[in-house]
């Protein structure tokens, strides 16, 4: 079915407001008193008729009149005298025959109880004649069905105000139809739940359970209901309504999930304990019929021992309900995203990043949480990647400590592994979360090959905390076992525990393989040493900034300070350790590290920030001002005052410093002043210079595009004076065109520039799909550029122009400043090349007004 909502919703309005029986009353009205009219119309030209009848025919008229008074007054005479003559004689029968009439009227009036029951059963007929379901004709109007569909409608629109207008009209409509009052008790729950106004969804659902006939919408409405009170937290209504869904259906599916739901209720509300529940989950387990259900029976289980505060058991059950089932992604998405959910809150943050990451995979978009998961997704990658690196390169520096024995013995341990793995590997695993390709890092991008024991985190976690257990947190170095004999022979003895088959086919070539990313040497071991203090520094902020976990973050820093004192975050590391402990009101701790970078670092912006708290306003003062002088530099520019441009440009040094922000912008715009004043080899030295003293900048590229172009080209593109001249654009009517509107002086913010003018589209050319992107042109990026594409050929385009100039306050607004161009492909190439408009100005003005 096509949900287009906008076009119903206009179909039915009109509808609606066209066969609206208050609005048929008025037009008979109307025709009514069109008929009294024409009526009078009549009469008054049968008067005029009338009067128009000459003098002589009103004569012979009353002639006529006369002769028949005169004809009728004789026969009256004569009947007179005859019944004057036969009175006597008729008097005897006239006695009689009145006597009969008197017997015959006290028989006519004695039955006054049977006139009642008539009049009784008019008035039920009456009634009967007036219920909405007793319409006089065969198919009832569709009025009032129309009107319920138009609230449908609204609700999909989420125009809440109007749905619940008509949902109420419908409501307090007497002579509504039966099959309408049914219909629209789940509208108006969908009403409520699309609001997620869950309680006050119950009370039309219960009434549409009452009012439909077919017990398999009993059962449906029964069934939501009873999800509703479990979300509320109503165990015994949600029981319930349960049962009332499992009586009603007769599909097994909805029988199963009432009856699962009913076992967990059951404990909830008290009726049952945890163990009974248990019991009877693991009974339904056993069951044939319910084998391809397994997978919510163990979500089930995973819930009630979650209730009962058994983490583990809870875990296990969701991994099994992972792997039994198979075509249900509904379930699979639950079962990730509790998993996720738990290894967040046991702070197991890699583990968490892959499940909110399989959760992903399988949740459907319109999920309400799935922009949630997606944030906590996207909010773990950076941990996890950072925690996996730490791990690898801690457990690649002590097998590089290892004698060659110890990395024989383990390296025939980890090919064993593999082959293992391999094997497994045949067969498709269900468990998403655990595959490598979910996880990020290093391990992420591994082949098969590379698949062994020190890629895998929760291995290396485990042998990590053995050896931490056994040894302790040792400083990485050479030599280490040294310091303790008697840790030396038990690593020996550990590792010949774990040494399956020392005797396996064991090549040199499968030892390269296995320890080539080992370090190797002491630059090596620097390098991995390197890795794992940007790896600490870099989770030591990121647990504060998007986690706000601050005990990690002073955990992790701490870390790194004890195993690599004086690293090269020291400072960032001791700021970030103060305003952790000031959040966690451990303020003599904070006070340490505030005296640390005092101490230490004293010329230091965070020093200045701890000592001085006006320090960053001022600082923002003094941005504003190198703001402003930058933009009154660019104006003089722009209006071709290159001298006292470039003389501004100069002073920049001594004003603000040779490292302010904005240095790249003011060295490129000095490059562009020398280009206008000092020629084209001056240009390109001051370019050059741009190029090596700003690397990875905006400025850096846009130099070497203007140095690119003036190795292609005779003459500066980008000098404003010279660029776009009139004579490369062409006039290329049935050629596709773009609209382009410059936003000057940065008076209007991009955002709110693109939201008018995608309003202004959707009001006055919807049908023509047009898309809006912006581009930055010349040197300054706080002038952007709007282009509006695409039209068809110069017409359409022009016509778009025409549009925009007599609907300005439609726009941007009379009062903004801006400009507005028709630009053909090409000629938009040829803009962007010279980074100008000067030409095209006049190109425009000549071929398009």
């Known amino acids: 079915v096509k949900k287009d909502f906008e076009s119903a919703e206009e179909t039915l309005e009109y509808m609606v407001d066209e066969y609206d029986p208050k609005n048929a009353n008025k037009k008979r009205k109307k025709i009514k008193t069109k008929k009294s009219k024409k009526q009078r119309k009549k009469a008054t030209a049968a008067k005029k008729k009338k009067k128009a009848k000459t003098a002589k025919q009103k004569k012979k008229e009353r002639e006529k009149a006369k002769k028949k008074k005169a004809k009728e007054r004789k026969k009256r005479i004569k009947d007179r005298k005859k019944k004057n003559k036969n009175r006597k004689k008729n008097s005897k029968k006239k006695k009689s025959s009145k006597k009969k009439t008197e017997k015959k009227e006290v028989i006519v009036n004695t039955p006054v109880p049977e006139k009642k029951k008539e009049e009784k059963k008019e008035v039920e007929k009456k009634k009967d004649s007036e219920s909405p379901d007793k319409y006089f004709l065969k198919h009832k109007p569709v009025f009032q069905e129309g009107v319920l569909w138009l609230a449908r409608t609204y609700i999909e629109r989420d125009r809440f105000d109007k749905a619940s207008r008509l949902i109420d009209k419908l409501k307090r409509n007497p002579k509504l139809f039966d099959n309408v009052r049914r219909d629209l008790a789940p509208v108006e729950a969908d009403f409520y739940l699309k609001q997620k106004k869950y309680e006050q969804a119950i009370a039309p659902l219960e009434r549409a359970i009452e009012l439909t006939k077919k017990k398999r919408n009993k059962a449906r409405y029964a069934y939501i209901v009873a999800q509703l009170h479990q979300k509320l937290g109503h165990g015994e209504p949600a029981y319930a309504y349960f049962k009332k869904a499992y009586k009603y259906s007769k599909n097994y599916e909805m029988r199963f999930s009432s009856l699962l739901n009913m076992e967990q209720n059951a404990w909830l509300n008290g009726s049952a304990t945890a163990e009974q529940t248990i019991a009877k989950l693991n009974k339904m387990l056993k069951e044939n019929k319910n084998r391809e259900y397994q997978d919510q029976i163990h979500y089930a289980l995973a819930k009630v021992y979650l209730k009962n505060n058994n983490t583990k058991e809870a875990i296990a059950n969701l991994q099994l309900s992972l792997n039994k089932s198979e075509a249900n992604p509904a379930q699979k998405a639950e079962s990730y995203l509790l998993l996720a959910q738990l290894y967040y809150q046991d702070e197991d943050y890699v583990a968490s990043k892959n499940y909110y990451d399989s959760t992903l995979t399988v949740m459907a978009k319109t999920d309400d949480r799935h922009t949630e998961a997606q944030k906590y997704a996207n909010s773990l990658t950076d941990i996890a990647a950072n925690i996996q690196i730490i791990e690898l390169q801690d457990s690649l520096l002590m097998i590089s400590e290892m004698s060659p024995e110890d990395k024989r013995k383990l390296a025939a341990k980890i090919k064993k592994e593999e082959l293992a793995l391999a094997a497994l590997n045949k067969k498709p695993s269900k468990n998403i979360a655990k595959s490598s390709k979910f996880r990020p890092g290093p391990s992420a991008r591994r082949t098969e090959k590379s698949t062994w024991v020190f890629y895998d985190e929760k291995k290396v976690r485990k042998g990590k905390k053995a050896f931490v257990k056994k040894w302790g947190r040792r400083k990485l170095e050479d030599d280490w076992r040294r310091s303790n004999r008697r840790g030396a022979s038990s690593l020996d003895d550990e590792i010949e525990e774990v040494v399956v088959d020392e005797g396996s086919d064991l090549t040199d070539e499968d030892l390269g393989r296995i320890f080539k990313d080992v370090p190797k040497d002491a630059a090596q071991k620097a390098k991995a040493k390197g890795k794992i203090k940007d790896a600490m520094y870099a989770l030591g902020t990121l647990y504060r900034d998007r986690l706000s976990n601050h005990k990690k973050t002073v955990e992790i820093l701490g870390e790194l300070e004890n195993r690599f004192p004086g690293n090269d975050h020291e400072l960032n590391a001791w700021y970030y350790q103060y305003l952790s402990y000031t959040d966690l009101s451990k303020f003599p701790t904070a006070k340490i590290y505030k005296d640390k970078v005092t101490g230490k670092y004293p010329e230091s912006t965070y020093a200045k920030v701890l000592l001085d708290p006006s320090y960053m306003s001022n600082l923002k003062d003094e941005k504003n001002s190198l703001d402003n002088y930058y933009k009154d530099t660019y104006a003089d520019f722009t209006n071709a005052n290159y001298k006292r441009a470039f003389e501004k440009v100069g002073k920049v040094k001594e004003l603000f410093g040779e490292k302010n922000p904005l240095q790249p912008k003011f060295a490129l715009l000095s490059s562009m002043c020398i280009g206008n004043l000092q020629g084209r080899e001056q ?65 209007i913010e991009l955002g709110d520039a693109k939201i008018k003018v995608s309003n202004y589209n959707r009001e006055f050319h919807k049908s023509e799909r047009l898309r809006i992107s912006n581009i930055y042109l010349g040197a300054d990026t706080d002038t952007p550029i709007l282009v509006i594409r695409r039209f068809k050929n110069q017409e359409k385009a022009t016509s778009y122009y025409s549009g925009i100039m007599a609907n300005k306050d439609k726009f941007l607004g009379d009062n903004e400043d801006y400009e507005v161009f028709s630009v053909t492909q090409h000629n938009y190439r040829e803009i962007l090349k010279a980074k100008s408009l000067d030409g095209y100005r006049e190109f425009f003005e000549e071929n398009y007004k």
């Open 683 to 747: 240009y390109v030295k001051a370019l050059k210079e741009v190029v090596a003293k700003f690397p990875k900048t905006q400025e850096q590229v846009r130099a070497k595009e203007i140095l690119r172009l003036l190795g292609a080209l005779k003459e500066d593109p980008s000098i404003p004076k010279e660029g776009g001249r009139k004579g490369k654009f062409k006039l290329q009517p049935k050629k596709v065109h773009y609209t382009i509107v410059i936003l000057k002086n940065g008076k």
